[in-house]
């Protein structure tokens, strides 16, 4: 590739999630061959993807070593005014995010086609997902100093700030889901980790929710090349509600403390409202662009992950929110739009790839 972005990696996020979304469907309701098929054909393509990925983004973060991580701190109290324009963008995080990602989509969607307990697997789901949260932790470090020592105005303000809650919280889930099933003292480690991704993702997110408002105020929306990314802050809300619906059951099941059902239920009516609050947002720019015939670009991988997030959401409403049909109709109909956005874009990117 001439040019790479890490944004490609979206590509093996949007496909580990649509795996994970038909998996979650046909938990919901039956494993047919369709479904089995898909869920498996993602789970393949994000691993693949993955791993075509993975060169083009080390060599690209080797050519911005520089920029990135040999930012001054500013010690004497003024801003670093270096030449150059530093790495401020979380487009890098798009990487451990895809990581995470494959290992979560792998460790739900093995069990059921290998017909082994997945409690069994977790020793070594903790090996890997270590590694993930490491090398998330490290990046997302860099990127909150770079943007902290090195003064940006508003306008230039990079909405991809939406992908570093959505990689902490895609850490946080499998980590309180581990912790139930390590033995101590690793169930202890991985529940400590896990809430402190989500915390440190939630303030980050807050933060991001802030900027981005002030910005939209006084700027709108940003150019249509990184506009797309803005419609990451969706999958953040479906992870964070799955975060909370898996501590309650850790509480319930594993501390052996009642919760009622009916606040399961409340946690995801609130999460499937803001969601579809949030997808009606994304069908509008998507429109916007096959309207205004906005030229392709790698921040398209954005309009997956909305839809994704949308379906698995929907399934787990389902589930807890007395399997009303309606909630079936969301997801099944989320994941045709989804898988249907999700050829078209890789399409796409085909096709640029091989012009340049």
Request: charge should be positive.
């Amino acid at each position: 590739m001439r040019r790479y972005t890490p944004l490609y990696y979206l590509s093996s996020l949007g496909a580990g999630g649509l795996a994970l979304a038909f998996w979650k469907f046909g938990d919901i309701t039956n494993f047919s061959p369709v479904v089995v098929f898909f869920e498996i054909f993602f789970w393949l393509l994000s691993i693949i993807l993955f791993f075509i990925n993975l060169p083009y983004w080390v060599r690209a973060l080797k050519e911005n070593y520089d920029r990135f991580f040999g930012i001054e701190i500013p010690v004497n109290g003024e801003p670093s005014n270096r030449i150059g324009n530093p790495v401020v963008s979380t487009g890098w995080m798009a990487m451990p995010a895809a990581l995470v990602m494959m290992l979560n989509s792998s460790f739900a969607i093995l069990p059921s086609i290998m017909k082994f307990p997945v409690k069994q697997a977790a020793p070594y789901g903790f090996i890997f997902w270590s590694v993930s949260f490491i090398i998330a932790v490290i990046l997302g470090g860099q990127i909150l100093l770079n943007t902290f020592t090195v003064t940006a105005s508003l306008k230039e303000f990079h909405f991809g700030l939406f992908l570093q809650p959505l990689v902490y919280g895609l850490h946080a889930i499998p980590a309180v889901s581990m912790s139930g099933m390590l033995p101590e003292p690793w169930a202890d480690i991985s529940l400590l980790l896990g809430l402190t991704s989500f915390g440190i993702g939630g303030v980050i997110g807050s933060l991001a929710l802030i900027f981005i408002f002030e910005r939209f105020m006084l700027y709108g929306l940003p150019e249509p090349g990184v506009a797309p990314t803005s419609l990451l802050i969706m999958p953040s809300i479906t992870v964070y509600t799955i975060f909370v619906l898996k501590t309650l059951h850790l509480i319930s099941h594993h501390f052996h403390v009642h919760i009622h059902h009916v606040w399961f239920m409340l946690v995801s009516l609130m999460g499937i409202g803001v969601m579809g609050a949030a997808a009606t947002l994304g069908l509008i720019v998507l429109f916007a662009y096959f309207k205004h015939h906005v030229p392709f670009g790698p921040s398209w991988w954005s309009f997956v992950c909305p839809f994704v997030a949308l379906s698995v959401l929907s399934s787990i409403t389902y589930q807890f929110a007395n399997k009303h049909g309606l909630f079936l109709f969301a997801s099944a109909s989320a994941l045709v739009v989804v898988t249907i956005i999700y050829f078209y874009v890789g399409i796409k990117t085909i096709i640029v790839l091989r012009q340049s």
